[in-house]
């Protein structure tokens, strides 16, 4: 399911320039987000949340997320931040990071992965890593597209048997949800997970 690295580095390119040219606020995403994964949330801050796949507006800048120190991940997190309308963002007091290779094995308590494993050149080690850094009883909160063609910057059709097969290798199911996306025209998967 790996993609070679130019049509990799092309979607990456075709996302850029997506970010670059919209008129984006985060707060329907986060709305969307939250009317599902709002009763999973820790009341209290957690020690470490990652957002994987952040884009330039974490969820970690969503005001009913808490937590104590705050890593946002992405490849193009360094471009994103030198794209002025996104400073309110990206100034947080969080570390910015453009690979989840670089987080230590089960450090983390919280950890988003929303509208992103469609986008990685390798969803399967995708999963794996995502299981690799959380701690024991830590949170995973996931979204994707499900069973949704390809396009420029989604090189991947993440269909929803290959997505139960690896999900269910790595977590334990806490929420498992499917629905009709708020993006496109197909179903999504809205899963709540902690590592096995």
Known sequence: MKVDNARYSRAQGNELEWWKNNAYTPFRQWHEYDKVFLPYYPDIPVGQAVDVGSGPVPMLCNHNVFYRHGIAIDPLIHEYA??????????????????????????????????????????????????????????????????????????????????????????????????????????????????R
């Open 82 to 195: 030198e794209i002025l309308k996104y400073d309110l963002y990206l100034t947080r007091a969080f570390t910015r990071l453009d690979s989840i290779v670089d987080i230590k094995t089960e450090s983390v308590d919280m950890a988003f992965c929303l509208n992103t494993l469609d986008h990685v050149q390798d969803p399967q080690l995708m999963v794996i890593e995502l299981g690799r850094i959380l701690r024991r009883y830590g949170k995973l909160f996931f979204f994707v597209d499900i069973d949704k063609r390809p396009d420029s910057a989604h090189p991947h059709a993440i269909t929803r048997d290959w997505l139960a097969q690896e999900l269910l290798a790595e977590f334990y199911p806490i929420l498992w949800l499917e629905k009709k996306s708020w993006k496109f025209d197909n179903q999504a998967l809205y899963f709540v997970g902690e590592v």
